[in-house]
């Protein structure tokens, strides 16, 4: 038995080359579209990575403050309070985000050195 739509390949013939090529006005439309595009997805990047950093230095402030997540510490400087809601600026749009709370030893509210 044989086949023989599988062994007659067809192969893609290059065609004549055009000498003047003129871009019609919806390829520039389409181009510029696509730069918008980019740049809608650089912005929304630096915003990602802005966010990524402030949460890992609000972590990194509370654990200063308070030591490690679940772990006794007689000698920290305060305790982990749950959170609160905020908004920040971030490629000019005001954008919702969620902070940590801190209270010292004494039940005083204490804001992370991140956040003042």
């Known amino acids: 038995m044989s086949n023989t739509y599988q062994n007659k390949r067809h192969r893609a013939q290059p065609g004549p080359q055009l000498a003047g090529v003129v871009v019609p006005e919806q390829v520039v439309v389409s181009m510029a579209e696509i730069a918008e595009s980019a740049r809608e997805g650089l912005l929304a990047l630096a915003v990602g990575t802005g966010l990524q950093v402030m949460a890992a230095m609000f972590e990194e402030d509370v654990t200063g403050l308070c030591g490690p997540d679940g772990r006794h510490n007689r000698d ?9 809601t905020g908004s920040v600026t971030l490629g000019g ?3 919702p985000v969620t902070r940590p709370r ?5 039940r005083v509210r204490r804001a992370a050195p991140a956040q003042l």
């Not at 920290?76 to 609160?84: D, I, M, S």
């Not at 801190?102 to 004494?106: L, M, W």
């Open 93 to 95: 749009r005001r954008i």
């Open 102 to 106: 801190v209270r010292g030893r004494r």
């Open 76 to 84: 920290r400087a305060g305790y982990r309070h749950g959170t609160e």
